[in-house]
């Protein structure tokens, strides 16, 4: 058997027989037998060959756009976009630069514009032949290239809207007509083409470049990227800020870089929002710390240079380190805080006991049944609060619930057995170190607790008790909620003030549980969600296990920004697009997905590559 190989060196004008061949056919004269045609060259023996001259196929002129609309599997645009059958041919020379994601236009004949996005790359047999053949494969071994006019490239397209010029506006409407056939597509390369498509603002608060694929979308502007921006005025309805964020990302995805960049946004010295008395008022952000890494905010980012801040200049990005910050630090038992690795003023503070009147699941942190709550929260505290005043301690409600003769006297009156009360006593031990500590308590630093145009950081990392934790950061945000909703409220300062309630790693104050004081954390926190639009309240929650956010916080959740996740549980529970969500595991650092339904499409977005203040630890 010959090998492949053979074919390369076949010559068919060489070879032994070739003159006897030449002989048969020529003339007396030595000439040829067959006439030498218009178009063939004469040999260096005096003969002539046959060669034909090759006739062009490119059409004339210069090619505008990428492909054509092509009707081969058919032309349809429905409702449903199950039933939408809309394709494109992609011509050789743009292929490689043609991604899953990437944009496209297609005009109308009357100068409306069909906005698309690929969803499916796909070749095609040009012709019809068998290429899972022997031949074919060692061919494609043994060259350095693929022919691609062998194969059609056909790209699948999604309809998003339909774009119109409305005395000089550009607008959007969903997709209600089809493109012509052999329509000729183009990439979408100008930044208010894109923007109306995706239905994104141009103003408000930055989160990102728009990118498909990890990649930047590219125009013809300067800057040449397109910057994504939330809402935030009212304009269109509620500022999205009030309509709160979730930002939910694996360890290692940047999410602390990118919550960062976000919050130094709310903290612009332009940024305000209107009261209901006519006053302009800068928002307070006050955020809850686990890590301990807020408090860098305060700090400029050493690695920030010039150029990069010019750049963010151009673009409207607040950066560098904001001084207004201040490290509200909760006094549990001798448990010491190290701030080194900040430069922000630092105040202790502790809770007092009396909050426990409002909210007496604060002291029940090992958990009641409805029985012993009913208890604690008719009886026992009121009868407290009536002994011992306003001003009653934490260790006097112990010393208060030792006293067996108030325990014989529940009990035989029939008010609470006595096995509830040695209940809710055992349960309520152990906040000794919580509650009253040596330092001011936050209920008389309200004042300058919430600041307008401040930030307040409120770090636990150096409490080693997570029951505590929890007391000392649900009692704050209670406080805080609380007075916001309130329409009589003691502190006028925290109404009056527009609030972004930020929590790092909320799933572990948020969860759903079964036990009393749970519930009554969800619902406060699902009200204040509700009510956060008129209030000017606004939940920023963090977290990298998104799907313990109990369901009813997560309902009122519109902004939500994912950024890398492992977990597909934690994926799920995000419910963002399936085209996006297939793309999350696979995400670098700073990549992210952002579902905002009343802000614009679902997109894909790179967030800045260098935090806007101080981020990490030396």
Same mark, same amino acid.
């Given at each position: 058997?010959?090998?492949?190989?053979?074919?390369?060196?076949?010559?068919?004008?060489?070879?032994?027989?070739?003159? +006897?061949?030449?002989?048969?056919?020529?003339?007396?004269?030595?000439?040829?037998?067959?006439?030498?045609?218009?178009?063939?060259?004469?040999?260096?023996?005096?003969? &002539?060959?046959?060669?034909?001259?090759?006739?062009?196929?490119?059409?004339?002129?210069?090619?505008?756009?990428?492909?054509?609309?092509?009707?081969?599997?058919?032309?349809?645009?429905?409702?449903?976009?199950?039933?939408?059958?809309?394709?494109?041919?992609?011509?050789?020379?743009? %292929?490689?630069?043609?991604?899953?994601?990437?944009?496209?236009?297609?005009?109308?004949?009357?100068?409306?514009?069909?906005?698309?996005?690929?969803?499916?790359?796909?070749?095609?047999?040009?012709? *019809?032949?068998?290429?899972?053949?022997?031949? /074919?494969?060692?061919?494609?071994?043994?060259?350095?290239?693929? +022919?691609?006019?062998?194969?059609?490239?056909?790209?699948?397209?999604?309809?998003?809207?339909?774009?119109?010029?409305?005395?000089?506006?550009?607008?959007? $409407?969903?997709?209600?007509?089809?493109?012509?056939?052999?329509?000729?597509?183009?990439?979408?390369?100008?930044?208010?083409?894109?923007?109306?498509?995706?239905?994104?603002?141009?103003?408000?608060?930055?989160?990102?470049? !728009?990118?498909?694929?990890?990649?930047?979308?590219? &125009?013809?502007?300067?800057?040449?990227?397109?910057?994504? $921006?939330?809402?935030?005025?009212?304009?269109?309805?509620?500022?999205?800020?009030?309509? *709160?964020?979730?930002?939910?990302?694996?360890?290692?995805?940047?999410?602390?870089?990118?919550?960062?960049?976000?919050?130094?946004?709310? !903290?612009?010295?332009? $940024? =305000?929002?209107?009261?209901?008395?006519?006053?302009?008022? %800068?928002?307070?952000?006050?955020?809850?710390?686990?890590?301990?890494?807020?408090?860098?905010?305060?700090?400029?980012?050493?690695?920030?240079?010039?150029?990069?801040?010019?750049?963010?200049?151009?673009?409207?990005?607040?950066?560098?380190?904001?001084?207004?910050? =201040?490290?509200?630090?909760?006094?549990?038992?001798?448990?010491?805080?190290?701030?080194?690795? /900040?430069?922000?003023?630092? @105040?202790?503070?502790?809770?007092?006991?009396?909050?426990?009147?409002?909210?007496?699941?604060?002291?029940?942190?090992?958990?009641?049944?409805?029985?012993?709550?009913?208890?604690?929260?008719?009886?026992? #505290?009121?009868?407290?609060?009536?002994?011992?005043?306003?001003?009653?301690?934490?260790?006097?409600? &112990?010393?208060?619930?030792?006293?067996?003769?108030?325990?014989?006297?529940?009990?035989?009156?029939? $008010?609470?057995?006595?096995?509830?009360? +040695?209940?809710?006593?055992?349960?309520?031990?152990?906040?000794?170190?919580?509650?009253?500590?040596?330092?001011?308590?936050?209920? +008389?630093?309200?004042?300058?607790?919430?600041?307008?145009?401040?930030?307040?950081?409120?770090? &636990?990392?150096?409490?080693?008790?997570?029951?505590?934790?929890?007391?000392?950061?649900?009692?704050?945000?209670?406080?805080?909620?609380?007075?916001?909703?309130?329409?009589?409220?003691?502190?006028?300062?925290?109404?009056?003030?527009?609030?972004?309630?930020?929590?790092?790693?909320?799933?572990?104050?948020?969860?759903?549980?079964?036990?009393?004081?749970?519930?009554? @954390?969800?619902?406060?926190?699902?009200?204040?969600?509700?009510?956060?639009?008129?209030?000017?309240?606004? #939940?920023?929650?963090?977290?990298?296990?998104?799907?313990?956010? *109990?369901?009813?916080?997560?309902?009122?959740?519109?902004?939500?920004? @994912?950024?890398?996740?492992?977990?597909?549980?934690?994926?799920?529970?995000?419910?963002?697009?399936?085209?996006?969500?297939?793309?999350?595991?696979?995400?670098?650092?700073?990549?992210?997905?952002?579902?905002?339904?009343?802000?614009?499409?679902?997109?894909? #977005?790179?967030?800045?590559?260098?935090?806007?203040?101080?981020?990490?630890?030396?």
């Amino acid at each position: 058997m010959t090998d492949l190989g053979d074919f390369g060196d076949f010559n068919a004008g060489s070879g032994a027989d070739s003159g +006897d061949r030449d002989d048969d056919v020529g003339g007396s004269d030595g000439s040829t037998g067959t006439p030498s045609s218009a178009g063939g060259s004469t040999g260096t023996d005096g003969g &002539t060959t046959d060669e034909f001259e090759p006739t062009p196929v490119e059409p004339r002129g210069e090619d505008v756009g990428i492909g054509a609309i092509c009707v081969s599997q058919g032309l349809r645009v429905a409702e449903d976009g199950d039933e939408t059958t809309l394709r494109a041919y992609v011509t050789r020379g743009n %292929r490689s630069s043609i991604r899953i994601g990437s944009y496209l236009l297609a005009p109308y004949p009357d100068g409306e514009t069909l906005f698309c996005r690929i969803t499916g790359l796909e070749y095609a047999q040009q012709y *019809h032949a068998d290429d899972a053949t022997e031949i /074919h494969a060692r061919r494609a071994m043994r060259s350095d290239g693929v +022919d691609e006019a062998d194969y059609k490239f056909v790209a699948e397209l999604e309809p998003v809207a339909v774009l119109y010029d409305d005395d000089g506006e550009l607008k959007r $409407r969903m997709t209600d007509r089809v493109p012509k056939p052999q329509t000729v597509i183009r990439q979408a390369d100008d930044t208010a083409e894109i923007k109306t498509g995706l239905k994104m603002p141009d103003d408000g608060v930055f989160l990102g470049h !728009l990118s498909v694929g990890g990649e930047k979308v590219r &125009t013809a502007a300067s800057p040449p990227t397109i910057d994504y $921006r939330l809402k935030d005025d009212y304009e269109a309805g509620d500022p999205l800020v009030y309509r *709160h964020t979730l930002i939910a990302g694996g360890t290692g995805s940047g999410k602390t870089h990118g919550a960062k960049n976000i919050l130094r946004q709310y !903290l612009a010295e332009d $940024r =305000t929002y209107p009261m209901d008395d006519g006053r302009e008022v %800068r928002p307070a952000v006050v955020q809850f710390d686990p890590q301990d890494e807020y408090a860098q905010m305060h700090d400029d980012n050493p690695d920030l240079d010039d150029e990069f801040a010019r750049r963010l200049e151009r673009e409207g990005i607040a950066y560098g380190g904001h001084e207004d910050t =201040t490290a509200f630090v909760p006094k549990v038992g001798s448990a010491s805080y190290a701030a080194g690795h /900040h430069r922000a003023r630092q @105040v202790e503070f502790t809770i007092p006991f009396s909050m426990v009147y409002d909210n007496p699941w604060l002291v029940a942190g090992s958990g009641l049944n409805d029985n012993q709550y009913g208890a604690l929260v008719s009886v026992l #505290l009121p009868r407290f609060r009536k002994q011992y005043g306003e001003d009653g301690t934490y260790e006097e409600f &112990t010393t208060f619930l030792d006293d067996p003769a108030l325990r014989e006297e529940l009990d035989e009156s029939g $008010r609470v057995h006595e096995a509830t009360f +040695d209940a809710v006593r055992r349960r309520v031990l152990g906040f000794g170190h919580v509650f009253d500590q040596d330092a001011r308590p936050i209920t +008389d630093l309200v004042h300058e607790f919430v600041r307008p145009g401040g930030l307040t950081v409120v770090p &636990t990392y150096h409490i080693n008790d997570s029951r505590a934790t929890e007391t000392i950061v649900l009692a704050v945000s209670s406080l805080l909620i609380d007075q916001k909703l309130s329409n009589d409220p003691f502190y006028d300062r925290i109404k009056e003030t527009p609030l972004v309630l930020g929590m790092d790693e909320a799933h572990n104050f948020l969860t759903d549980a079964d036990s009393v004081q749970a519930g009554k @954390v969800i619902s406060k926190f699902t009200e204040a969600a509700k009510q956060g639009r008129k209030e000017r309240l606004g #939940l920023f929650l963090i977290t990298q296990d998104p799907q313990d956010i *109990h369901d009813a916080v997560f309902k009122q959740i519109n902004t939500t920004v @994912v950024l890398n996740l492992g977990d597909e549980d934690a994926i799920k529970s995000v419910n963002i697009p399936s085209n996006l969500e297939s793309k999350v595991p696979y995400m670098e650092k700073g990549q992210m997905v952002v579902y905002s339904p009343d802000n614009s499409e679902p997109v894909e #977005l790179i967030g800045l590559s260098k935090c806007l203040t101080r981020h990490g630890r030396d």
